[in-house]
């Protein structure tokens, strides 16, 4: 469809924004009031409308985030709640919506965008690629062993949350992926919906050293066996993690099993007796490089790695990436420059996998989404080298 007449941008009134949840609650299968909190938290600024005429045909939310890579947090434009009217599908109305807010974030010097996927074909097509995981563990509150009723654990309170967001900090800071955390995603984890959520703090002789977020649901019946979900956990001592393991377990009187989301391996489960899972879910979430120069020169690289790698990057979407470009790494930062003999030829999904450490340059290779020499995507995969990436919050 031609789309002169299609409009991309801020709801105009509450109407505009009623009418959007309307399709988004049918879309993604929630319920309306659901949509009304997000958008209470979000803010209407933060939701995209589009417009055909006077009729509000799809929508998607815009949040300002970050995601954390080699110890530094990169300002990223995450998406979310996209939908589009059933009668207007098929129309290309998605790929239009994607198109204007990457070019609005490229605007406003957003470096990356993510997003979880409902299906994967539409974005692929504006540039995004798989990037790192979600997984949802189920664990077996008879299995986690004694732990331990030391150091102290108590119930925290508002007094607490510059603690609990300085602990998640100091634990994404190594990860590679994990979402820098605004208000609203701290909002998301201690006020989930649906849910009576509870934090607790695990105090050790020099400070706080881990805390545990456990969701409280109603169950059918009192004492019904139920499941206790983990909203957020870190433990940054063993004897964090067996205190936390221990006040899990504890709760094996009205829940056979806890579930928290985590990536690939996590320390807590080290702790436990039995490292008995159960994969609850898997997730997995999208990535787009939206300035080339920022996204590199923001995120963190190992102090242990130094070396140059020439890019030709082929991006259809966002012309003003589509150039050859020098990367230089070292002393755990990079420089940009334009220019080189682009010997590693990439598009935006193979750029988007690379820069996540998801899959090494060689792999990418094999996929279709990157060509060069050996010894060039041997040198792309040292540089881009890193833990697994993954994150835990789901938007």
Not at 65 to 93: D, K, L, Q, T, Y
Not at 223 to 242: C, F, K, Q, Y
Request: net charge neutral.
């Amino acid at each position: 469809m031609p789309f002169e007449d299609l409009d991309v941008s801020p709801p105009t009134d509450e109407e505009e924004t009623a009418r959007f949840g309307a399709i988004a609650a049918r879309s993604l299968g929630f319920p309306v009031d659901r949509f009304q909190t997000v958008v209470a938290r979000v803010g209407t600024k933060n939701l995209r409308v589009a417009r055909r005429g006077a009729d509000v045909v799809g929508g998607l939310g815009v949040y300002a985030m970050g995601h954390w890579f080699g110890g530094r947090a990169v300002p990223c434009a995450g998406i979310s709640m996209v939908a589009v009217a059933p009668e207007h599908r098929s129309r290309g109305i998605a790929a239009e919506m994607m198109r204007t807010v990457l070019e609005e974030a490229r605007h406003a010097g957003v470096a990356l965008s993510s997003l979880y996927p409902a299906t994967f074909p539409v974005y692929r097509a504006a540039g995004y690629e798989s990037a790192g995981n979600r997984f949802v563990y189920r664990l077996t509150l008879a299995n986690l062993g004694p732990g331990a009723r030391e150091p102290e654990l108590r119930e925290a309170g508002p007094a607490d949350h510059a603690t609990l967001r300085a602990l998640y900090d100091a634990r994404a800071r190594t990860l590679s992926g994990p979402i820098d955390r605004t208000p609203f995603f701290w909002t998301r984890v201690l006020e989930p919906f649906g849910e009576d959520a509870r934090a607790f703090v695990v105090e050790g002789p020099d400070g706080a050293e881990g805390y545990v977020v456990i969701g409280y649901r109603s169950t059918v019946s009192p004492l019904a066996p139920n499941e206790i979900p983990v909203r957020d956990v870190v433990a940054r001592t063993p004897g964090a993690a067996r205190r936390i393991l221990r006040l899990l377990g504890d709760h094996r009187s009205i829940a056979r099993y806890a579930t928290f989301a985590s990536g690939p391996g996590d320390p807590l489960l080290l702790v436990a007796r039995e490292e008995r899972l159960e994969m609850a879910d898997l997730s997995r979430w999208m990535l787009r490089v939206v300035d080339v120069r920022a996204a590199f020169e923001r995120r963190g690289w190992s102090p242990c790695v130094r070396g140059e790698i020439q890019l030709d990057l082929r991006d259809g979407l966002l012309r003003d990436n589509a150039r050859r470009w020098v990367l230089e790494v070292d002393g755990g930062r990079a420089e940009v420059r334009e220019g080189g003999s682009g010997a590693l030829v990439l598009d935006p999904r193979g750029l988007a996998a690379l820069y996540s450490g998801f899959l090494p340059a060689e792999e990418l290779h094999a996929a279709g989404l990157c060509d060069g020499s050996a010894a060039d995507l041997a040198r792309a995969s040292a540089l881009f080298a890193g833990p697994a990436p993954w994150g835990a919050d789901f938007f």
